[in-house]
């Protein structure tokens, strides 16, 4: 996958039931024109048209590089 980027958020939300934390998260594929992230950077990412079947968001910015 040339100029994508697999995008990884995660949230934590109270179980109704458990009354504890759950930790859900969701992938999201989004468009890296120039290449430039790597594994483990902080993204922004934005929503944009549709550019393939799975693919309708676009890296914004790379706000930390990973170490």
Same mark, same amino acid.
């Given at each position: 996958?040339?100029?994508?980027?697999? @995008?990884?958020? !995660?949230? &934590?939300? $109270?179980?109704?039931?458990? +009354?504890?934390? @759950?930790?859900? !998260?969701? &992938?999201? $594929?989004?468009?890296?024109? +120039?290449?430039?992230?790597?594994?483990?950077?902080?993204?922004?990412?934005?929503?944009?048209?549709?550019?393939?079947?799975?693919?309708?968001?676009?890296?914004?910015?790379?706000?930390?590089?990973?170490?």
């Amino acid at each position: 996958m040339d100029k994508t980027v697999v @995008v990884s958020v !995660s949230e &934590k939300k $109270m179980d109704r039931l458990y +009354k504890k934390y @759950v930790t859900r !998260s969701k &992938k999201y $594929m989004a468009h890296d024109e +120039k290449n430039e992230a790597s594994i483990g950077d902080t993204v922004r990412i934005v929503e944009c048209r549709p550019l393939s079947k799975n693919k309708c968001w676009r890296l914004a910015e790379i706000v930390e590089r990973a170490k």
